[in-house]
């Protein structure tokens, strides 16, 4: 008798082999036997019922399968971890825009982003509280500001006073959003609006000391903390 061990590192494992010469004894059962045989062997079921379990019973056919699966093992233990990849998934791990193909003609699927914060960078200089119901964000005269989610324009005022100028959108499901003290309004009333319109630009319009945003969600009407809609 011999005995074969093998270490396989990536699966913490080892697999030992025991080779013995087989015994002398009467003539193996042929893997396709004749349907006598069969019909003697089994007495329930059809011929194709009876074949098939005899294939599958047969003890060099279950050797077979055994070998097979622990030579599988053994090949994943020392295959790469990116062997399998695809060019695309080796050269770039980068998630493409899927595309949806019409007639042969490819059109890419835009993906839109749930919520947003209206300001890039984010600074929040005031939370939302009893007092101040919104939130207020840093920047400078002239940056950009969009919306939180799609939606459309459902009031514009210019104003000397209070919010100064102001946009507010309706995002469905009575859930608006307000920005305030803008410098530059740039949407029109009634116009649709997704996360990459430019609703206007930062400013100090109205009641504001140095520029920054003002940012209100109501629900219903109701003010309510910002920071439970945009993402965290």
Known sequence: MKKIILHLPKHRLSMEFRLSKRRKGPMDEPIIPSIKTLNLKYRIGGLTKKLFRHLFEHKKVRAL??????????????????????NNETTNNQEEAPVYTVDGTETPI???????????????TQGYN?????????????????????????????????????????????????????????????QEVNTNTVVGEMGATGRAFGDHLHLEVRDKGIPINPQSVLPR
């Open 110 to 124: 835009n993906t839109e982003i749930g919520t947003q914060f209206p300001t890039d960078p984010i600074r929040i």
């Open 65 to 86: 399968f055994g070998t097979n699966m622990a030579l599988m093992i053994i090949a994943s233990s020392f295959t790469p971890a990116g062997a399998f990849m695809t």
């Open 130 to 190: 009893f007092f101040h119901p919104g939130l207020d964000l840093d920047g400078i005269t002239g940056d950009s500001i969009k919306p939180i989610k799609i939606g459309k324009v459902i009031s514009i005022d210019q104003s000397k006073f209070a919010y100064g100028n102001s946009v507010i959108i309706d995002h469905g499901n009575d859930l608006t959003s307000l920005y305030a003290h803008l410098s530059k309004i740039n949407v029109k009333l009634g």
